[in-house]
């Protein structure tokens, strides 16, 4: 990659370094792992869907914001992701798709209204580093990508390190690699191994399903909590 590149990725490429309640954390993943599940239906860019997540966890961290309105946050994060982009594929996705995707819960006006405070929070620059953008046209791991963007344990970590981590899982040889590296590297291997041990005892889990594209297509999340799209 070209150490300009390189420069300007780390620079746009934030931390978040205040805390968020575990509270907050579950539902903050159960947003994501919904804004996924859509993403995944409409056949949207992984960078997409990590700017999504991005913007989501940004706000939450913060502002607090009731369970209830969880998926306001959620879908008007996902259309401000769509608009940066997917400007160059015929996905578009307007406030008339945010009210009908949120079943009319929500009014155009506060559609807008969080739509303006999310881009207030971003100063209006939604050129966010993603993980994938270090790839820079190297193959992207997309299951790891994903697989560390849907969980929160690895919500504090910058996307350079965490590309690092993907990058390296694989490889034989680790030792030419800084401690954070490794330490994400083992972490993100004893949560897989965990999760295929779960799998085993035939426990449900989100898989990655390939749906032919008709419109913007709503998800639902079955939930006790109250993100009910």
């Known amino acids: 990659m070209d150490l300009d590149h390189y420069n300007y990725l780390l620079k746009r490429d934030i931390k978040l370094d205040i805390s968020i309640t575990e509270q907050m954390l579950q539902m903050l993943e159960m947003l994501i792992h919904w804004i996924f599940q859509v993403g995944e239906q409409n056949k949207l860019e992984i960078k997409t869907i990590e700017l999504a997540a991005i913007l989501s966890k940004l706000f939450v961290s913060k ?75 190297e193959d992207v791991q997309t299951d790891l990508v994903l697989f560390v963007t849907l969980d929160s344990e690895f919500l504090y970590f910058q996307k350079y390190e965490l590309f690092e981590a993907i990058r390296n899982f694989y490889s034989q040889d680790t030792s030419n690699l800084s401690q954070n590296t490794k330490n994400i590297i083992s972490k993100i291997s004893t949560k897989i191994q965990h999760l295929t041990t779960k799998d085993e005892k035939k426990t449900p889990k989100i898989k990655k399903k390939m749906i032919k594209k008709q419109g913007f297509k709503r998800s639902i999340i079955c939930s006790s909590q109250s993100i009910t799209l």
């Open 63 to 137: 502002n607090q914001i009731h369970s209830e309105r969880a998926d306001l946050l959620g879908i008007v994060s996902l259309m401000i992701a769509v608009k940066f982009n997917e400007c160059q594929t015929k996905i578009q996705i307007n406030v008339q798709d945010c009210v009908d995707q949120c079943q009319s819960k929500y009014s155009s006006g506060e559609i807008t209204d969080m739509e303006i405070s999310i881009l207030s929070l971003i100063e209006y620059d939604a050129n966010i580093t993603t993980i994938t953008d270090y790839f820079d046209g």
